[in-house]
C-alpha cells in the first residue's frame, strides 16, 4: 500500500525543488497491519522540509535597484549638490554616466558621496538630425543599456534619472516593490506641462522626473536599441527615443505619479499642496523652482531642510515634530504662502492615508 501526503500549497509551476518539499511518501510493509505501521517502534519519517526563500522573491529593497543617472561635465559642479542629498553610499549602487571625465572620475566613491563615475561609450555611429537638440541625447538614452551590460548580480530595477534629479530613495522602493521584475515594466509618468505633452507624448516617462525599467524589459531593451536608435535620428531627446524603443517592444508606461518632471518655474506650491494620495518618489528641474523653504536661500540647502526634517524649535505650536528619518513616512512640504499662515510647512503624509493632524 502506498500513502501520499501532498501539501496543500503545491502548484505543478513550482520548481522542482519545491515540489520535492511538498510531498512525503510512507510506504507501508506488505501483510502488516495499520496499527502496526502506527506503532511507536516504527521508525518516524523525517520532518517536512520547509521551503526557503529564494533570493528573487525576497522583498525588494534597495539593494535590488541600480541607477543610472545621465549627466553633463559642463553643469556638473552645480548638479552633483542635488546627488549628495538623496546618495546613500554603500547603501545604493548606480553609476552617473557622463560625456568625459570629471575630477570625481578618478577618486574613489566612498571619498566623494557620489555614486561612481562612468564615461558613456562613442555615439557617433547613431544619426542625429533633429535641428534644434543636443547629440548628448543618444549616449543619454543608453544609460539603461549600458548600465544593464556590466552585468550587476541581484538587480530588479534600473532606474533612469538625471543629474538634477532629487529621487526620495524609501518612497521609491516602496513603489517598485509592489510591481514584478520578472515582467517587463516601464514605470514613470508624463509631464505636468500640457505643451511638453503635446510636444511629445501623454504616453512617455519624461527622463528627468525619472522612470523604472523591470530587469525583464532592461534585457530586450539592451538587445534591441541600437537598432531601434539608428531607425529614430529625428527625435529631439533621450526618453522619447526611449519611449521609441518601448513602443516598439509593445510595452506602454505605466504611470506612477510619485514621478515629477516639474516643467514649471517659480512656486510650485500648487502642485505640492494638491499632490495624490500617493508617495513622491522624484522631484525635477530644480534650479528653475523657488526653494522649497523660502526662508533658506540656496535650493540644495532647502533640500537638505527637506530631507533632516524640522527641528524641535521650528514644529508649530500643538504640532508633533518630525524626526530625521522622516522622509521614511512623510515630507514636509513649504512654499512662501504657506509660511504667512504657518511657522512650519503643510505636511503630508508619504503612506498615502492623511495629513498630519487630519481626524
Known sequence: ??????????????????????????????????????NNSAPHPPPPIRPVLSADVAPTGLRHIVFGIGASSALWKSRKEYIKLWWRAGRMRGFVWMD??????????????????????????????????????????????ETFRLGLPGVRWFVMGDDDTVFLPENLVHVLSQYDHRQPYYIGSPSESHIQNLIFSYGMAFGGGGFAISRALAEELAKMQDGCLHRYPALYGSDDRIHACMSELGVPVTRHPGFHQCDLWGDVLGLLGAHPVAPLVTLHHLDFLDPVFPTTPSRADALRKLFDGPSPQEGESGMATVPTS???RMLQLGASSIFRLTEWPLMVDLTGHRSIGEA
Open 100 to 145: 568625459k571625465p570629471v575630477e570625481e572620475f578618478y577618486s574613489k566613491s566612498s571619498r566623494t558621496g557620489l555614486p561612481p563615475i562612468m564615461v558613456s561609450s562613442d555615439t557617433s555611429k547613431f544619426p542625429y538630425t533633429h535641428g534644434a537638440g543636443s547629440r548628448s541625447a543618444l549616449r543619454i538614452s543608453r544609460v539603461v543599456s
Open 1 to 38: 500500500m502506498l500513502i501520499i501526503a501532498t501539501s496543500p500549497f503545491y502548484n505543478p509551476r513550482c520548481s522542482l525543488e519545491s515540489n520535492a518539499a511538498m510531498a512525503r511518501f510512507v510506504v507501508a510493509t506488505p501483510n502488516t497491519s495499520s496499527s502496526s505501521v502506527l
Open 326 to 328: 522622516s522622509l521614511t
